[in-house]
């Protein structure tokens, strides 16, 4: 299991009308990335942002760029996102025609890797592709939206996918995201993910920087 933990708050909670303010607020607090969602209207049903956000945040930010491609042909837009300056850009196994290519061509530009499953995804699907990247996204929520409730099947699916990594001698980072906060965090670090995206449970309290400080807390307490 990892012994360092990351925590990624998610911009898609934050108020956008002072987003530079917002991002700098948790950055000051301890955040270890800055964790974009990127949808497109039909890979999930809702839409949020783009290249010029992407482009514009690395100008503030002082750590690194965390960029999900919730969209239904990362394998053409994923390079989008590569030149606007993101650090990492990981992709739905689920929408990838050309995994493989897909993670190279990131790789190529500079760029980690990862790939992302959704709640109904079995872990196998990631087995031939997990020597190739960074990062390993597990989705605990169905993606889309906010504030949705942990899918309590995350944490065996965690577990599963700390230990095909462990098998092939590889160690990317696990990222869980969705319903992440002080009572589910330790349950998925214990599990074998070491990077924690959280979005309510950090940009919809009254003190984010509290909140931030209360998650990194709860999940080290599980940490080895």
């Known amino acids: 299991m990892a012994n360092e933990l990351y925590i990624a708050p998610s911009i898609l909670s934050a108020d956008f009308t002072r987003l530079a303010e917002e991002v700098a607020l948790v950055e000051a607090a301890g955040a270890d990335f800055v964790h974009v969602d990127v949808m497109d209207g039909h890979f999930v049903p809702n839409l949020t942002i ?9 100008r503030i930010a002082t750590r690194p760029l965390d960029v999900h491609l919730m ?7 994923a ?15 689920e929408a990838a025609t050309h995994l493989h290519r897909t993670v190279q061509a990131i790789r190529d530009g500079g760029v980690s890797p990862g790939v992302t499953l959704n709640p109904a995804t079995p872990a196998s699907a990631i087995a031939e ?6 990062l390993i996204l597990v989705m605990s929520v169905n993606p889309g939206f906010g504030g949705q409730a942990f899918i309590e099947s995350s ?13 092939r001698g590889v160690c990317p980072r696990i990222e869980v995201d969705g319903g992440i906060d002080p009572s589910t965090a330790p349950r998925v670090v214990a599990a074998g993910a070491d990077t924690l995206v959280a979005g309510n449970a950090i940009f919809g309290h009254d003190d984010p920087a509290s ?8 999940a080290q307490a599980r940490m080895v």
């Open 50 to 58: 783009g290249p010029p956000v992407v482009r514009a945040l690395k």
């Open 71 to 77: 969209v239904s042909d990362p394998d053409r837009t």
């Open 79 to 93: 390079q989008w996102y590569v030149e606007a300056g993101a650090d990492v850009v990981t992709v739905h196994v």
């Open 129 to 134: 592709i997990v020597p190739y990247v960074d």
């Open 155 to 167: 944490v065996a699916k965690i577990a599963e996918i700390r230990r095909m990594c462990s098998e």
């Open 211 to 218: 909140a931030l400080a209360e998650l990194r807390r709860s």
